[in-house]
């Protein structure tokens, strides 16, 4: 199997307690199971030398890891999930609102255990999910790996098969403990699954001011600015009517 010599985009690893990182790295890559004595976490962004057969076309929001055997766990709705935190800054001050955003995604079991000690922390989050979008806004690559590398580790993956609210057996990345743990290590792995297989330039700040909510590019060129029709058609009206001004 060869390997591309353009640049390598950047991916999720896990960095191995025991046995060799590079060799855990690789088998990651290719999708080979992990020699016995290589543990999974906790995960890193990193940029690999080389880049492997296909392994960078990531074409979906999507984190394949190899101690999952095979299964895929979904990280769209993470990625949204760290999306609403942000841009809930003014509204998300009460454990009854907290509880609110979690069932409004689907997450009423969470919703349900939730409590102040879960506020603060997911508070807490939101402040440093911030600050991930923010250099993403300034073009800064670097220190979105950097912030987001600094949350993988403080919040590992603990992957589980989960099944809730009448739906099918599927992959959670954490189960049990606090909320806040699991909101946090959705949210940073969904944000890390967008860098990796997208871009860190698909995570934005709207560009309508005076907002400043983040939004998630999923346009097929890039070309998103704002955060939701009714900001773009704002720009665009103050936009135009200073053209006419200035005519």
């Known amino acids: 199997m060869g390997y591309a ?30 020699p016995a004595g290589v543990l999974a976490h906790p995960m890193r962004i990193y940029r690999p030398r ?22 895929t766990v979904d990280l769209t709705s993470y990625a949204e999930l760290a999306v609403l935190l ?37 508070c807490e989050l939101r402040e440093e999910l911030t600050g991930v979008f923010e250099s993403a806004s300034q073009g800064d690559e670097a220190d979105v790996v950097e912030r987001l590398n ?4 403080r919040h590992p993956v603990h992957p589980q098969i989960s099944g809730h609210d009448g739906q099918s057996w599927h992959m959670h990345l954490t189960e049990g403990g606090r909320v806040a743990d699991t909101v946090a290590v959705g949210s940073v792995m969904g944000l890390a699954s967008v860098v990796t297989g997208l871009g860190a ?7 309508a001011p005076p907002c400043r909510n983040a939004y998630l590019d999923t346009s097929s060129n890039k070309s998103r600015r704002y955060c939701s029709e009714r900001c773009a058609s704002r720009a665009n009206v103050a936009a135009y009517r200073a053209r006419k001004r200035n005519a």
């Open 5 to 34: 010599p353009r640049p390598s985009p950047l991916t999720v690893s896990p960095d191995g307690v025991r046995g060799s990182p590079a060799c855990a790295r690789l088998c990651h890559m290719l999708r080979w199971p992990t």
């Open 50 to 71: 080389k880049t492997y057969g296909t392994f960078s076309n990531h074409v979906i929001l999507k984190v394949r890891s190899h101690f999952l055997q095979g299964l």
């Open 86 to 122: 942000v841009n809930r800054k003014y509204e998300l001050r009460s454990l009854e609102a907290l509880r609110d955003l979690l069932a409004e995604t689907g997450r009423t079991e969470a919703a349900a255990r939730a409590t102040r000690r879960d506020l603060d922390a997911i």
């Open 150 to 153: 600094g949350l993988l580790v």
């Open 201 to 207: 330039d698909r995570l934005g700040i709207c560009q």
